[in-house]
């Protein structure tokens, strides 16, 4: 009976861990609308949670000032255009009312086949 009590408190934690990451990715998700993202040759300006088909946090640092994320993201303007892979990094830094981008950095955008 013991083990069993054990073993629905471990799914029940991995279970609010799992949702707390899902939220956390939801999270990413609405503070990148407005944010751009590389440069002259390879640039995403992201307009709408719509355009991030998928958001996978890959790392997460955090200091008491500073939180990076290293996210990959599955990415798409329109219905009838292309998708693209992209690797990410998103620099959060803390204000007097939470957390505000402060930098997104592109680190690879290729177009999916």
Known sequence: MKSKSIFIAAVLA???ALGAHAAE????KSDL??????????AWKF???DQIKALTIQKKDEDL????YKVALELQAAKDTPR?????QVEYTRTGTGWKIH???LLS???MK
């Open 84 to 88: 693209y892979a992209a690797e990410a």
């Open 25 to 28: 990715a939801d999270q990413l």
């Open 109 to 111: 955008l290729r177009r």
């Open 65 to 68: 000032k500073k939180r990076v």
């Open 47 to 49: 307009q709408s949670t």
């Open 14 to 16: 991995l279970g609010l």
């Open 33 to 42: 609308i407005g944010q751009t993202m590389g440069g002259r040759e390879n």
């Open 103 to 105: 930098h997104v950095g």
